[in-house]
């Protein structure tokens, strides 16, 4: 079988995406990691599905390399993006996906996701934790350029402080009240990617409690992106994920 696909990257976070409306793709596990492979697949930090849905104008399903499933936020942005061009979308949508109901705005190249409440983190191991759609642990370091990602984060996420699933660890440089440098080990691709949109939200949300103020614009190796919030006693509510996302290439492969 063959089947159509377009490659998008959100802050250097790249992902195929399947117009799956009418079950073309069989969600086939091998085959979702197969794709993903870099070597021998297309290659990319995950694989985005758009289907109907009875809640808003689509279904965002999101599979990481590995197979498994979260919420994705750059992937999101990048959803969106593609469904724009299937004509799904308009400027000001609404879509399903892992964690339930999202919004968003379309701004020429931006696009403004808005991410579920989130509670309170929790301190663990002089970081903190907490669960954007995805579970995040922040560490906050003097010279994030400094950190060696790959080893430092596999070793924390295989820690087992986080349960079985682990999560994705967040290695965040407070630049100063507004600004952010953040680099991200994601379980599921296991790697350091260029960017993850639910980690930079958990480190704008995490580095409140070091004094930073909302809106946030955080540097990845990716590009740049923004995070506003509203605090409550709970947690934090009104949270906002700003950023461009893009069309890379179309292309047709064979299952």
Sequence with gaps: MEISF???????NDFIVIDNRLNVFSKDIEKIKKLCDRKFGIGSDGLILIENSNIGEFEMVFY???GSQSLCGNGCRAAIR?????SLTTEST???AFDGLHKAVIKGKTINLQMANV????EIEGGIFLDTGSPHFVLFVDNVQQIDVINEGRKWRN??????GGANINFVEILDATHLFVRTYERGVENETLSCGTGITAAALASFSKGCISPLKIKTKGGALVVSFETTESGYKNVWLEGAAEHVFSGKIHL
């Design 6 to 12: 377009q490659k998008h990257q959100a802050a250097g």
């Design 64 to 66: 990481n390399p590995d």
């Design 82 to 86: 593609f469904a724009e061009s299937l």
């Design 94 to 96: 609404s879509f399903n």
């Design 119 to 122: 509670q309170n983190g929790r």
């Design 159 to 164: 820690s087992g402080l986080f349960g079985q």
